[in-house]
């Protein structure tokens, strides 16, 4: 609920709808890709749907979102925290690296590939503020989607198991703060103080899932193909974004 109220979908037309544009087709390559290869490897659909959410959209917000959808189990949500963390990571520090060089491409990239919004703004930090703001503009444009993608991903995973899909009450609520933030310009203090609260949430909901779970339970089959596919999705993006960014912003 709280990134719904820090990412209405006006973000969608940041930087005069280029932002959107960047963010609707990489997810729809991601995810479309993500989950095609997932199936074709024989992973439960809900874990695939798990975390090809995270490899696609935001990283761990998009994993509990999409796996509460999906019903997915407590394991799954807590690989794909792991997945986001050691196969995202790689991506996050080379791109930090590069961005500079890369000019507005760069901040494409960070905002378009590096997985998780406190992550992104980590690195714009120490970006040349025209790139920091493509970088943010672009992630923040991916979060507002969040729900939706939540969603879809739920219904395509109970397509393709047989699975109960549901609307968990957080994702409802989530979609209604974005709708609601979408016509509500926040004071930049309570702005900076909800992501704040967002970021100690989540270092809270991973140190709990991680205390959690046995190690045993993490050796479950498909876990590396689930690398496989999760590495494959964030090469994805990174030619979708290069190719899109070079296009419209370069």
């Not at 390559?29 to 992973?43: N, T, W």
């Not at 970021?199 to 190690?215: D, E, H, K, R, S």
């Not at 498909?222 to 090469?235: D, M, P, S, T």
């Amino acid at each position: 609920m709280i990134l719904g109220l820090l990412a209405g979908f006006d973000r969608l037309v940041a930087l005069e709808g280029r932002a959107g544009i960047i963010a609707v087709v990489n997810l729809a390559v991601g995810l479309a890709a993500g989950m095609y290869l997932a199936y074709r490897l024989g992973l439960d659909e809900r874990f695939s749907a798990t975390f090809v959410a995270g490899a696609s959209v935001c990283g761990i917000s998009a994993s509990i979102a999409t796996g509460r959808a999906a019903n997915a189990e407590f394991t799954h949500l807590v690989i794909a925290m792991l997945l986001i963390a050691i196969v995202g990571s790689p991506f996050a520090i080379t791109l930090a690296l590069l961005a500079p060089s890369l000019g507005d491409v760069g901040g494409a990239l960070v905002g378009g590939v590096v997985d998780g919004t406190p992550v992104v703004r980590a690195i714009a930090d120490g970006l040349p503020q025209k790139l920091a703001e493509i970088a943010i503009s672009i992630k923040y444009a991916q979060n507002c989607l969040i729900p939706i993608i939540a969603i879809i991903l739920a219904y395509v995973a109970s397509r393709l198991g047989g699975y109960e899909a549901r609307l968990p009450l957080a994702v409802l609520l989530m979609l209604i703060a974005s709708i609601a933030a979408t016509f509500i310009t926040l004071p930049s203090n309570i702005e900076a103080g909800l992501r704040s609260a967002r970021n100690w949430l989540l270092a809270f909901a991973m140190v709990l899932a991680g205390m959690a779970t046995p190690i045993e339970s993490l050796k479950k089959p498909g876990v590396k193909a689930a690398i496989l596919v999760f590495a494959i999705i964030e090469v994805l993006n990174i030619v979708v974004v290069y190719a899109l960014a070079t296009l419209l912003l370069a």
